[in-house]
T-cell receptor
């Protein structure tokens, strides 16, 4: 199956700093990528949809100025958590949409665990 | 009412048992249905992908979709300890639409 990578796999930062998370589709091109966050023992909550070459679409309640998304190429999307605070600590997961002849499939990255001190 | 509902468990079964996992949903516009497996501190892994109503089998896994009842199921035969994970049902309206996830069911298969 298709492979999606994320970097870093975990990061610890001080409150007030910014953190960038990369999401790459390794063996396919993805015009669309998605960013999710997941709190312990909870399901994935979609934060935003990232389209290559255009602005991301954010879900209701997600601050676009705090969670900056850039999808500069067909294989790379980045999520920057700006001025991070402890409540931003979470598991961030990206997925990339692989378009097939008959259907499209989302493949997920391994996730990035962010801890804000 | 949440869009997608799923019993969170935890569900504990002995090795070799048949496991039944279920989800209900409220939006009749959903046409694509998926099951993902997520191990602790890992990203979700796609297990099954079905379109509209019907059954799909892949090895020990069988997915069923009943759109008239807005009910989907995943059956795991001959369960193994390595099947211990959280299972997330997911669905979307169109092929390229965003995926809506259920809350997940935690499964433990006891040797």
């Amino acid at each position: 199956g298709a492979v999606v990578s994320q970097h870093p796999s975990w990061v610890i930062c001080k409150s007030g700093t910014s953190v960038k998370i990369e999401c790459r589709s390794l063996d396919f091109q993805a015009t669309t990528m998605f960013w999710y966050r997941q709190f312990p023992k909870q399901s994935l909550m979609l934060m935003a949809t990232s389209n290559e070459g255009s602005k991301a679409t954010y879900e209701q309640g997600v601050e676009k100025d705090k969670f900056l998304i850039n999808h500069a190429s067909l294989t790379l999307s980045t999520l920057t958590v700006t001025s991070a605070h402890p409540e931003d600590s979470s598991f961030y997961i990206c997925s990339a949409l692989s378009r097939g002849a008959n259907t499209d499939t989302q493949y997920f990255g391994p996730g990035t665990r962010l801890t804000v001190l | 009412q949440k869009e997608v509902e799923q019993d969170p468990g935890p569900l504990s079964v002995p090795e070799g048992a048949i496991v039944s996992l279920n989800c209900t949903y409220s939006n009749s516009a959903f046409q694509y249905f998926m099951w993902y497996r997520q191990y602790s501190r890992k990203g979700p892994e796609l297990l099954m992908y079905t379109y509209s109503s019907g059954n799909k089998e892949d090895g020990r896994f069988t997915a069923q979709v009943d759109k008239s009842s807005k009910y989907i199921s995943l059956f795991i035969r001959d369960s193994q300890p390595s099947d211990s994970a959280t299972y997330l049902c997911a669905m979307k309206k169109t092929s390229y639409d965003k995926v809506i996830f259920g809350p997940g069911t935690s499964l433990s298969v006891i040797p």
